[in-house]
């Protein structure tokens, strides 16, 4: 059995590693270097605090192989759990948070809703008069993207898969039935029994190519490491303001890596010229959001280096996970949580294809149909 895979950022790579671990002949085609899509401009975060259980089980599965990463693929993750927690300002929000933990109970993830005096001492710095409590979770956490990319990719190169870089995608072929019988590329056709698109923000582009109409829209995210003016601690869980829109995380030495959405618009971008450069301005508005959160970001502190990357977005914040048609698999529109979700995401893509149907977590809500019959999924702790 052949499988083209379109993509080489994380999900493709972990897709690429657990196929060639069934024994299928892989081939990845990614038209620039791999992770130079969304994977390297990823903030790093791994949670399983969400309010969706499918989300929630999509990371549970990932984290197992997270935890033992190191000895598995060889590869120091630099993953840590200094634990997520999410601040409420409102009532509604709050009320909000105390549902999501009683998901969590019921999901076996360990969360609480803590008072605000409680997060004060989970966040000394935090301005803890100015929430009504706060979504603790203790054993989420931060790691590296591109380590994790390296892993699965040195991995799947041992166990056979041919990883093609500089390579672009320009059609996928389909015989008189319309079933997929491999792709068409700068580089030659592809022949292959299953196509699998994890071409992130590119999702829809190929999609497209099959046929197929997918509601994975590319968004513009930004991030900045700030050196507060009062060090942050590592051991400082990841802090989300959510009525205000802002978070932030430790980084090494003190700095923390923040970021927020604060325009009222959110246009679509072309994953092929979107402006990377992040305004001084921007940057500026996220640290004085933070200052408002909690009292690191004095007026000494400082921006180091801020970025832009890209959010495959979905309506829901869900990803498309199915065989869409015939020997088509969609692994995408992941809305900001590919990384953290990814070694799951590649088991599941190798038992759509070899076992024919997902048997490690239920997916059936989880394909594209739920946008045309109007059953879209929910997810309350989207983080911008």
């Known amino acids: 059995m052949e499988a083209a895979i379109v993509g080489g950022g994380i999900v493709g790579l ?45 990371s549970q599965r990932s984290i197992e192989v997270w935890e033992s990463f190191e000895t598995e693929f060889d590869t120091d993750l630099e993953y840590r759990r200094p634990g997520y927690l999410f601040m409420a300002r409102t009532e509604e929000t709050a009320e909000r948070f105390h549902d999501n933990v009683r998901k969590q109970d019921e999901l076996g993830v360990e969360s609480e809703f803590v008072s605000p005096e409680r997060a004060g001492e989970l966040v000394p710095e935090l301005h803890a008069d100015r929430f009504l409590g706060g979504a603790y979770s203790p054993d989420d956490g931060i790691a590296d993207p591109h380590l994790g990319l390296q892993g ?148 000494r502190s400082e921006i180091r280096r801020a970025w832009a990357g890209l959010y495959a977005v979905t309506p829901d914040h869900h990803p498309i996970i199915e065989e869409a048609i015939p020997g088509f698999v969609n692994a995408i529109g992941f809305s900001g949580h590919g990384f953290m979700q990814s070694p799951a995401t590649g088991q599941l893509v190798a038992e759509l294809v070899v076992d024919g149907e997902a048997t490690s977590i239920d997916i059936s809500s989880l394909t594209a149909a739920r946008f045309e019959g109007g059953s879209p999924l929910s997810e309350g702790t989207v983080i911008d």
Not at 34 to 56: E, K, M, Q
Not at 263 to 284: C, I, K
């Open 14 to 58: 972990a897709s690429a590693y657990y196929l060639s671990q069934r024994g299928v002949d892989v081939t990845v085609l990614e038209k620039h270097s791999l992770g130079s899509g969304s994977t390297d401009r990823a903030n790093g975060g791994i949670r399983a605090h969400f309010s969706s259980p499918v989300s929630s089980k999509l």
């Open 152 to 299: 699965f990719s040195i991995a799947a190169n041992e166990a056979g898969a041919d990883i093609r870089t500089g390579v672009t995608v320009t059609d996928v072929a389909r015989d008189g039935n319309g079933a997929v019988t491999g792709v068409e590329t700068s580089d030659g056709a592809v022949e292959a029994d299953f196509v699998v698109n994890a071409a992130g923000p590119w999702a829809a582009q190929i999609a497209a190519m099959a046929g197929l109409d997918v509601p994975v829209t590319p968004k513009r995210r930004k991030l900045v490491i700030v050196d507060p003016e009062t060090p942050v601690p590592e051991d400082t869980p990841f802090t989300i303001d959510a009525d205000r829109g802002v978070h932030f995380r430790p980084e090494r030495g003190g700095n923390v890596v923040a970021g927020g959405h604060f325009a009222e618009t959110d246009p679509a971008q072309d994953p092929d010229d979107f402006e990377e450069r992040v305004p001084l301005e921007w940057s500026a508005q996220v640290v004085e959001a933070a200052s408002e959160t909690a009292g690191y970001f004095g007026p």
